[in-house]
């Protein structure tokens, strides 16, 4: 069987690492977790199952798993990334199992099909089925991108596949863990709506879908070109009516609505409303460093004039094909 290795990131999931590393232990030779000195059983669990547990303080998603990549003994040829409250199901393994042997040197990634189980109930419309997402890729030809929120795997040297059983996204905690999640989620996302703007710090390389998934790339390509540039309340509630009466949001029931209404409407609104805030304390100071110094003192964030994983992508990560 060919050999895949597992990286996980961790805080504070001990509702959901035994979960996710129990999925994956039929198709993993190695099982890396990432973990940003959590506090509660997190680490232990993680060891009785026989991951390896590296610690490293947090920064964002991007650069801790980046650390993962730079810094765990991985061995194995593929390399598979995994959120803690995501989980393999049963058909995805047997899929696995069975086609990443049988993959030719022309293929350097596999992408994958992402559904949310959200309230327990899957949330099929609305445009979140399938999220199609590149998850696994041979080692030394993927890394991830450097950015504050958002950021996918890019990988070069090949092109990319799509295996067709879904893997699920089903976080156990409650609406309030929900809504402060994405309330972290808004602030980072507007640092890089407002890097774009007014150049704050190198930014990494784009989405193409040659290196990542179609649908990832034709989403950021939209988000970024046409979305950002609409005046929020427009934008949002735009986005919300589409997403929830044109893609049929409304037959995922009241999950549905609920759902819907918060990531599809209430986050939206809410990026906008920092993007302003944020850029109303910016926009008159006169030089770059002065605005990166303001706006890590309005977010709390670490912001650095160049991203951590620059020197990890190879020069032609652009044309070789990539949250």
């Given at each position: 069987?060919?050999?895949?290795?597992?990286?996980?990131?961790?805080?504070?999931?001990?509702?959901?690492?035994?979960?996710?590393?129990?999925?994956?232990?039929?198709?993993?030779?190695?099982?890396?977790?990432?973990?940003?000195?959590?506090?509660?059983?997190?680490?232990?669990?993680?060891?009785?199952?026989?991951?390896?547990?590296?610690?490293?303080?947090?920064?964002?998603?991007?650069?801790?798993?980046?650390?993962?990549?730079?810094?765990?003994?991985?061995?194995?040829?593929?390399?598979?990334?995994?959120?803690?409250?995501?989980?393999?199901?049963?058909?995805?393994?047997?899929?696995?199992?069975?086609?990443?042997?049988?993959?030719?040197?022309?293929?350097?990634?596999?992408?994958?099909?992402?559904?949310?189980?959200?309230?327990?109930?899957?949330?099929?419309?609305?445009?979140?089925?399938?999220?199609?997402?590149?998850?696994?890729?041979r080692r030394g030809?993927?890394?991830?991108?450097?950015?504050?929120?958002?950021?996918?795997?890019?990988?070069?040297?090949?092109?990319?596949?799509?295996?067709?059983?879904?893997?699920?996204?089903?976080?156990?905690?409650?609406?309030?863990?929900?809504?402060?999640?994405h309330n972290k989620?808004?602030?980072?996302?507007?640092?890089?709506?407002?890097?774009?703007?007014?150049?704050?710090?190198?930014?990494?390389?784009?989405?193409?879908?040659?290196?990542?998934?179609?649908?990832?790339?034709?989403?950021?390509?939209?988000?970024?070109?046409?979305?950002?540039?609409?005046?929020?309340?427009?934008?949002?509630?735009?986005?919300?009516?589409?997403?929830?009466?044109?893609?049929?949001?409304?037959?995922?029931?009241?999950?549905?609505?609920?759902?819907?209404?918060?990531?599809?409407?209430?986050?939206?609104?809410?990026?906008?409303?920092?993007?302003?805030?944020?850029?109303?304390?910016?926009?008159?100071?006169?030089?770059?460093?002065?605005?990166?110094?303001?706006?890590?003192?309005?977010?709390?964030?670490?912001?650095?004039?160049?991203?951590?994983?620059?020197?990890?992508?190879?020069?032609?990560?652009?044309?070789?094909?990539?949250?």
């Amino acid at each position: 069987m060919t050999s895949l290795a597992v990286l996980i990131l961790t805080h504070n999931e001990e509702k959901h690492i035994g979960r996710a590393i129990e999925a994956v232990l039929p198709i993993s030779s190695e099982i890396f977790v990432i973990d940003s000195y959590s506090t509660d059983r997190t680490v232990s669990i993680a060891q009785s199952l026989g991951a390896t547990v590296i610690s490293n303080p947090w920064a964002n998603y991007a650069r801790q798993f980046q650390h993962g990549l730079d810094h765990a003994p991985i061995t194995a040829e593929w390399i598979m990334r995994l959120d803690a409250d995501e989980v393999i199901e049963p058909d995805l393994v047997r899929e696995i199992a069975d086609k990443l042997p049988q993959l030719g040197e022309d293929v350097a990634g596999v992408n994958l099909k992402r559904k949310h189980v959200f309230m327990g109930r899957w949330i099929r419309h609305g445009g979140r089925y399938p999220l199609i997402l590149t998850r696994i890729w041979r080692r030394g030809q993927g890394r991830i991108e450097d950015r504050w929120m958002d950021e996918h795997v890019m990988v070069w040297g090949g092109r990319t596949v799509l295996f067709d059983a879904p893997f699920s996204d089903r976080n156990m905690n409650d609406l309030g863990f929900f809504t402060d999640k994405h309330n972290k989620y808004a602030t980072r996302e507007a640092v890089d709506v407002l890097n774009q703007r007014y150049g704050l710090f190198a930014q990494d390389i784009g989405l193409t879908k040659e290196g990542s998934s179609l649908q990832a790339s034709l989403k950021r390509f939209i988000k970024e070109r046409v979305y950002n540039r609409i005046p929020f309340p427009v934008s949002t509630l735009g986005y919300f009516l589409y997403r929830y009466v044109i893609q049929l949001g409304f037959l995922d029931g009241r999950e549905g609505l609920i759902y819907h209404g918060l990531q599809g409407y209430w986050y939206r609104f809410l990026v906008g409303a920092k993007i302003l805030e944020f850029d109303r304390a910016l926009r008159d100071l006169p030089t770059v460093d002065e605005k990166r110094a303001a706006l890590a003192r309005l977010t709390g964030l670490s912001l650095e004039a160049a991203p951590v994983g620059a020197e990890a992508a190879p020069a032609k990560t652009g044309s070789g094909g990539r949250r």
